[in-house]
């Protein structure tokens, strides 16, 4: 392992719009924007299940794209808009969550968040999804199997939603 | 309802300025003065406690207290749902909050007592004493009403959260009731509803915890949020049950952000590794820390362990001699004299839990005491590990249990609390500790190897004459209550085949333990997944040896079996089983009995599996059919849930998941090389829960253990091969 000193880590600040409002970050500039989310700004909605990118328990929307929060550097995000599970919407209110609630998709719940977040973005992209583009677009992992929940869940959305969304 | 309220202000404020404690007002609470009662929010003299269970506040919402710890099986809804029936109210009084301490939260499973999650047991426990409690409650709100109107508790009836006097418009709320009720005694034997007057139980009551999951706001481990806490991660000796010998401490302690490095000393007790503690400022420094730690290891008797050794032990263990488990007639001449006999070995690999939450605890240890806050399955183990560790009285812990990201009984061990613990008690601050995945991943109690060697005998027609099997494997047993190992056998092995139900005249099971030494655990199942692969898939082989439809076969074994053979005939007449193949479809069946460990209940399940197999070997699985007799139904969503749950996670082991090792380490660290199943794989569930009065039963594990051996023998089915190795993957299935 090299060794590491404080000279090879670049701090600096960071200003990026989360669910609406402005935020500073300031300190390493590798930190995840999962971490500045969930340690500075105080947000635990959004999830860590793997940190190298592959379960999606960290998928917020940077400017509207489904992105796994848990690789992106908090550099990566100077000027760019974020939403995370917490401003998807005021009240439970979002298609997808409406859905959620209708067929009480979660189990355990921890990967649902991320979950939300790449049907919600997928909705957004593809107003008529269809299960071939749910198959390729929510690759998220749930260990606890909510998957066929999930899918229905997305129907039922999409279908509540023709218009698109709001 | 607004004037008696009011009117009752007034007596509440004379509670509450008098000092009277909710201790003074509640009934049965023994609790160790610092046990939080996951202490209510509301003034304790305006609320009034029925029981353990039950806060009644003056808003009329009813808090019901749940000792069993929400890891995705539904608990949080399906428990509460028993007991508000019972004491008649609304389902939006409903709220829910964890608690621990009280003995009535405590299970007593064998002989041992304490408060924990596991073994799909929580509905089967609590079922009736939830009922009684609530039904308990429901009398004595009623007597205060009718002590309050002068006339016998027989002229009332209670409609969700009031009271009302027959023939007359009095009416008075649970609210208003609830501190005069906890003052009366406790009817020993309430009268509990018949079947016909249940409101909630046997529907599908709308889940609790939902809106929380899906707007980031449910609590779990890794959320909790302590003034000034720091905030670390592990890093435990790479070798399994390896010592620390030395480390670069200076160097790490320099980085940005490092508080402190704790260096936690092994203890097989708690499963706690040597393993030491960065806490820093953030977890990302944390992590920095972790990664720059270069620990000096000493592997110990674990250093050579391969994949390789385990294979070369578990096949010394098939040719050594066996400990007998079963011994029914005579397996072994029937087996003989048979005019068909056939014999096959199978074997299924180490597993990990892989919860999708990572271990993590969050403590705060000073002057003396000590706060923690976790995901746990445990928490009388866990309050005890700490006692043990941080050296401090029982009622100097206090314990919180938040909800678990899953469970699968990973997280039945204390040994990330203890170590979140340790770390706080050394550092002096609060300490919320988060495991990496690749930490979890490799610092896993496994779910161990099996192997198997069936053999067996049919007459003529294909009836089965006798069966003979030898399980192999690590012991689990062995290495967490080894007073439970009988005669050299640990029942946890032999399960699912020493105990089934069909109607084997000769049967013969014995067992070998392999002396290894890779750290194991409970994994969903425990030794019903793997000997339910076994017994299923040479069923399977059995029927086609001797040229019989293998669900005929087994409707023949399950004669003196009905709740079996309904869950069985159910499944296949689901799947429309009997026509040979359509569309290039083929289909496998399965069946298994989960039995309880201590014989309360039995949950039945079948599955067919309906798959095709492309000529270059693509595995398609089209659907999966599942039926399920789980006794008496509390909530039918939360039981498809369950069901839906076994065959993901049961289709991930069978088709993908192996845990591998070289020089004492384990090869797998992320998802990339412990791969889950996904969306894009998943195949359609149709689900056929059958009615039944008979005992709750669990449904957490039950479905899965068919749906190994019902998938390969569909493949079986589909091809020509036959799968006795698990997982799935490894094999080639091109048409040769």
């Known amino acids: 392992m090299a060794q590491q000193n404080n000279s090879s880590i670049n701090t600096g600040d960071v200003t990026f719009t989360l669910n609406g409002s402005e935020h500073t970050f300031s300190g390493d500039l590798s930190t995840p924007l999962l971490w500045v989310l969930r340690e500075q700004v105080g947000l635990q909605g959004t999830k860590f299940g793997c940190g190298a990118g592959l379960c999606g328990a960290c998928t917020v929307h940077l400017n509207g794209a489904a992105t796994r929060s848990c690789v992106l550097p908090i550099a990566a995000v100077a000027g760019q808009q974020v939403i995370s599970i917490e401003g998807l919407s005021d009240n439970l209110d979002h298609p997808v969550q409406k859905a959620w609630l209708e067929l009480d998709v979660p189990q355990c719940g921890y990967c649902q968040s991320g979950m939300i977040m790449a049907a919600a973005a997928l909705l957004e992209k593809k107003p008529d999804a269809t299960d071939a583009d749910i198959d390729r677009n929510i690759t998220n992992i749930c260990r606890c199997g909510t998957y066929q929940r999930v899918r229905q869940a997305i129907h039922i959305a999409k279908d509540a939603d023709e218009g698109g969304e709001s | 309802m607004t004037s008696l309220h009011q009117r009752d202000v007034s007596r509440r404020e004379f509670l509450k300025r008098s000092g009277a404690s909710a201790a003074g007002l509640a009934l049965v609470v023994n609790l160790p003065a610092m046990t939080v009662l996951s202490a209510c929010d509301s003034d304790v003299a305006t609320s ?107 002229d009332c ?341 020493s105990d089934p139900l069909y109607d084997f005249e000769n049967l013969y099971v014995d067992t070998v333990n392999v002396e290894a030494y890779v750290p194991l655990g409970w994994w969903r199942t425990i030794g019903r997944g793997p000997n339910a692969f076994f017994l299923e898939s040479f069923l399977d082989e059995l029927a086609h040896a001797g040229q019989r439809d293998p669900y005929e076969l087994r409707r023949d074994l399950m004669q003196k079996n009905p709740r079996g053979l309904a869950v069985l005939d159910a499944a296949a007449s689901a799947a429309g089983w009997g026509v040979k193949s359509v569309n290039g479809h083929f289909q496998g069946i399965a069946y298994h009995p989960y039995i309880a460990r201590d014989k309360t209940w039995t949950t039945h399940a079948a599955h067919v599996v309906e798959v095709s197999v492309s000529e270059s070997g693509v595995l398609k699985i089209h659907r999966i059919f599942c039926a399920l007799d789980c006794g008496t139904v509390v909530n039918p969503r939360l039981v498809e849930a369950m069901i839906e749950s076994s065959v993901v996670f049961g289709l991930t082991a069978a088709l993908k998941s192996e845990i591998t090792f070289k020089d004492g380490v384990v090869d797998q660290s992320n998802f990339h090389d412990y791969r889950m199943l996904k969306m894009a794989e998943m195949p359609e569930i149709e689900t056929v829960i059958l009615e039944s009065d008979e005992v709750p039963g669990g449904t957490g594990e039950a479905p899965m253990p068919p749906l190994a051996p019902a998938l390969t023998n569909a493949i079986f089915a589909a091809t020509g091969k036959r799968i006795r190795s698990l997982p799935i993957e490894k094999h080639d299935l091109r048409s040769t």
Do not use: C
């Open chain 2, 48 to 154: 009034a406690s029925l029981g353990p269970w039950i806060l009644i506040e003056p808003d009329e919402s009813v808090t019901i207290y749940l000792g069993q710890a929400e890891m995705g099986q539904g608990v949080y809804t399906g428990l509460p749902q028993i007991l508000a029936d019972e004491l008649d109210i609304a389902w939006d009084q409903i709220r829910v909050k964890a608690a621990y301490g009280a003995e009535e939260f405590q299970t007593n499973l064998n002989g041992y007592v304490a408060q924990f999650v596991g073994g799909s047991l929580s509905t089967s426990k609590f079922y009736l004493p939830l009922r009684q409690s609530g039904a308990a409650a429901r009398q004595m709100l009623t007597q205060a009403a009718a002590n309050r109107w002068s006339v016998s508790a027989s």
């Open chain 2, 157 to 497: 009836y209670t409609e969700q959260g009031v009271v009302k006097l027959k023939d007359s418009d009095n009416v008075l709320s649970y609210g208003v009731l609830a501190l005069e009720a906890s003052e009366l005694s406790v009817p020993e034997s309430p009268n509990l509803k018949k079947k016909s007057e249940f409101s909630f139980i046997g529907k599908s009551m709308p889940k609790l915890d939902t809106a929380m999951k899906s707007n980031g706001s449910a609590v779990f481990g890794i959320d909790v949020q302590i003034p000034e806490m720091l905030y670390a991660t592990a890093k435990a000796s790479p070798v399994m049950n390896g010592a620390i010998t030395s480390y670069n401490e200076d160097e790490v302690l320099a980085l940005p952000g490092i508080r402190g490095l704790v260096h936690v000393p092994l203890n097989y007790n708690f499963s706690v590794p040597d393993s030491v503690i960065v806490v820093a400022d953030s977890y990302w420094q944390a992590k920095r820390g972790a990664d720059a730690l270069e620990l000096i290891i000493d592997g110990g008797y674990n250093q050579g362990v391969s994949t390789e050794s385990l294979k070369s032990a578990y096949e010394e263990g098939m040719q050594a001699s066996g400990s007998v488990a079963v011994s029914v007639g005579d397996a072994k001449s029937a087996i003989e004299n048979a005019e068909i006999s056939i014999e096959a070995e199978y074997d299924v690999p180490y597993l990990a839990h892989a919860p999708l939450e990572p271990m993590n605890a969050t403590a705060s240890v000073k002057d003396g005491k000590a706060e923690i806050w976790a995901p746990i399955q445990n928490q009388s183990y866990t309050h005890y590990a700490l006692s043990e560790t941080l050296k401090l009285d029982f009622v100097s812990i206090a314990i919180n249990t938040t909800f678990l990201g899953g469970g699968f009984g990973r997280r039945t061990t204390p040994e990330f609390v203890v170590q979140a613990a340790l770390a706080s008690q050394a550092v002096g601050m609060p300490v919320k500790l988060i495991w990496s995945r690749e930490e979890d991943m490799r610092q896993d109690n496994y779910r161990q190897a099996y192997s198997a060697r069936l053999k067996g005998g049919i007459d003529d027609k294909g009836n089965l004459l006798g069966l003979d099997a030898r399980v192999v494997a690590q012991s689990l047993f062995g290495q967490i209550m080894p007073d439970a190992v009988q005669n050299g056998v640990d029942e946890s092995t032999v399960e699912g085949l």
